[in-house]
């Protein structure tokens, strides 16, 4: 396991809010928008920053179809050989079962890219069935053991691809394309739960309230390290919590207990990219 490390994390980016928010009347629309925003930021990552890998957290959710639509217009423009992809979360179910974000991203995504499957960072699968299969006997201690395996074991995937080279000892993806729930959770990163307070670098979280219970994410120090922090919301059932992250902000002293107000990037900057329906409550 990975020991435990300071950040500190300072404010917001003062980028103001009017010139990182994208608004288009469809989701669909949204698409080819945030496929050039992903043109950017590898552009930047491998020849501004000179790094010859592109590394990126997917989440699930709608996110994976609505980037789908639109790299698929761009293909071209990257190499795909430089790209190494996490998943901001993963559900603890097997690689094919239809709530894995990887099962999601392989049906929208990489069927149709070509990633090398060496850079698509999954869970480790018998891992999953050791934890699955604890669990229903009613081994919860021996549930928990594999389940802290998971981690360690996704925690080695991250080492492996961003070495120990960081001096601030967090990964620092070039981009990091975040869901948001309405009821402001971010990842596997939900509201009031001790997992905010983590600092490893994968949390493991078995009391999910969205389905299915069991996951591991990425967490709030992972995502505050990156460069690119892009938050795709669509949708009417998003219009309160956007308002409330995006529009109420003079209670900047207040602790939040919404994960994705707690998005706050040391260097980074965070970016959000909304449909009109999403956005129809704010004042921007
Ligand atoms: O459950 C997951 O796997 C997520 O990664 C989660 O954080 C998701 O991104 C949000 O719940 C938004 O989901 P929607 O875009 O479907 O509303």
Redesign the pocket.
């Known amino acids: 396991m990975i020991t435990q490390h300071n950040t500190t994390q300072t404010e917001e980016n003062k980028k103001p809010l009017s010139e990182r928010t994208i608004i288009k009347p469809t989701a669909g629309e949204l698409s080819d928008e945030l496929a050039d925003f992903v043109v950017k930021s590898y552009n930047t990552a491998i020849v501004t920053r000179g790094r010859g890998k592109f590394t990126v957290g997917i989440?699930?959710?709608?996110?994976p179809k609505i980037l789908a639509a639109g790299l698929k217009n761009v293909k071209e423009k990257f190499d795909w050989d430089k790209w190494d992809v996490f998943f901001?979360?993963?559900?603890i179910v097997p690689l094919d079962h239809e709530d894995s974000?990887y099962f999601l991203c392989q049906k929208e995504l990489f069927d149709h890219l070509p990633i090398p499957p060496e850079r698509i960072h999954v869970i480790n699968s018998d891992l999953v069935e050791k934890i699955n299969s604890a669990y229903k006997s009613g081994e919860t201690e021996k549930g928990e053991e594999f389940a802290q395996e998971i981690v360690d074991d996704y925690e080695k995937q991250l080492v492996s691809v961003f070495g120990f080279l960081n001096p601030v000892k967090y990964p620092v993806f070039d981009l990091l394309l975040?869901?948001?729930?309405?009821d402001g959770?971010?990842?596997?990163?939900f509201p009031d739960h001790p997992l905010l307070e983590e600092t490893l670098w994968v949390g493991y979280i078995d009391n999910?309230p969205?389905p299915p219970s069991r996951?591991i994410t990425l967490t709030l120090p992972v995502i505050n390290h990156a460069h690119d922090i892009v938050f795709?919301?669509?949708?009417e059932?998003?219009q309160d919590i956007l308002k409330k992250i995006l529009d109420e902000n003079n209670d900047e002293d207040k602790p939040s207990n919404l994960p994705a107000k707690l998005v706050k990037p040391v260097k980074g900057i965070v970016y959000w990219y909304l449909d009109q329906s999403a956005a129809a409550k704010l004042n921007l």
């Not at 975040?178 to 309405?182: R, W």
């Not at 959770?185 to 990163?189: I, N």
């Not at 795709?232 to 949708?235: L, Y």
């Open positions: 989440s699930g959710g709608s996110l901001c979360d993963e559900r974000n975040l869901g948001l729930g309405p959770h971010t990842c596997s990163l999910s969205k996951r795709v919301a669509t949708g059932n998003k």
